[in-house]
């Protein structure tokens, strides 16, 4: 799998580019997902910003009756805890760094490369950021969970260990409970990472409120 290239969305800057952005869609959906929130974001530095909207692999879900879908990595069940694909997220998450890296060789500090990821992509936009041997500018994670928490504790790159990390969720989402969200953000807090955590009353989605939050995380990174 990891011979493989993503394939991607892209939405090129206007003006000269400085930063990157690569964003992950959920589960079923694919890189047009999120696409359109980009002038919602109302970024300052917006002309300058790449960005890169990743599809998923197409492999069969457990949990959707063995359907081939865009997916990060396989479910297994559907259970608070969510037995999942643990092999499945290193295979994504290997497969964004060369995402990275392409923006690096472009001559985009690592500093100025923004992961952000919804529900599946935020795992994975966590897992590949949080090991990633050198400094981001940050992490945003939505609506999502950490199911790789133990092996981070042992295998997260001291590089991203002050990478701010944003973190938000819907207080009565049906897919991904808060309570796997909160317990994701409390454990890294423990761990020492600066996150900034936000609920609302959504399901799993995003909300004005939440794209409003965004903006201001983003705007304080890319300036």
Same mark, same amino acid.
């Given at each position: 799998? $990891?011979?493989?290239?993503? @394939? #991607?969305?892209?939405? /090129?800057?206007?003006?000269?580019?400085?930063?990157?952005?690569? *964003?992950?869609?959920?589960?079923?959906?694919?890189?047009?997902?999120?696409?359109?929130?980009?002038?919602?974001?109302n970024?300052? #530095?917006?002309? $300058?910003?790449?960005?890169?909207?990743? $599809?998923?692999?197409?492999?069969p879900?457990?949990?959707? !009756?063995?359907?081939?879908?865009?997916? *990060?990595?396989?479910i297994?069940e559907m259970s608070?805890?969510?037995?999942?694909?643990?092999?499945g997220?290193?295979?994504?998450?290997d497969?964004?760094?060369?995402l990275? /890296?392409?923006?690096?060789?472009?001559?985009?500090? @690592?500093?100025?490369?923004?992961?952000?990821g919804?529900?599946?992509?935020? &795992?994975?936009?966590?897992?590949? !950021?949080?090991?990633?041997? /050198?400094?981001?500018?940050?992490?945003?994670?939505? @609506?999502?969970?950490?199911?790789?928490?133990? /092996?981070?504790?042992?295998?997260? @790159? #001291? #590089?991203?260990?002050?990478?701010?990390?944003?973190?938000a969720?819907?207080?009565?989402?049906?897919?991904?409970?808060?309570?796997? !969200?909160k317990?994701?953000?409390?454990?890294?807090?423990?761990?020492d990472?600066? &996150?900034? *955590?936000?609920d609302?009353?959504?399901?799993?989605?995003?909300?004005?409120?939440?794209?409003?939050?965004?903006s201001?995380?983003?705007?304080?990174?890319f300036?």
């Open positions: 799998m $990891n011979s493989m290239q993503l @394939s #991607a969305i892209e939405i /090129q800057p206007e003006a000269e580019h400085k930063y990157s952005v690569i *964003w992950l869609h959920g589960l079923g959906a694919d890189g047009h997902d999120f696409e359109g929130l980009v002038p919602e974001l970024l300052t #530095a917006k002309a $300058n910003i790449h960005f890169i909207f990743p $599809n998923a692999p197409i492999q879900v457990t949990i959707n !009756g063995g359907m081939s879908m865009r997916s *990060w990595y396989d297994l608070l805890e969510r037995r999942v694909d643990i092999d997220i290193y295979q994504s998450a497969l964004i760094e060369p990275i /890296q392409r923006e690096i060789d472009l001559g985009i500090p @690592s500093t100025n490369i923004l992961l952000a919804f529900s599946q992509g935020g &795992v994975i936009a966590l897992h590949a !950021g949080l090991r990633y041997p /050198q400094p981001l500018a940050g992490i945003v994670a939505l @609506s999502t969970y950490l199911p790789t928490i133990e /092996q981070l504790t042992t295998e997260r @790159s #001291a #590089a991203n260990h002050a990478a701010p990390i944003f973190m969720h819907g207080i009565i989402d049906p897919v991904v409970a808060v309570e796997s !969200g317990a994701a953000c409390d454990t890294l807090k423990s761990m990472y600066e &996150v900034e *955590w936000h609302y009353v959504m399901e799993h989605n995003l909300c004005g409120e939440e794209i409003e939050h965004i201001a995380f983003m705007n304080s990174i300036k």
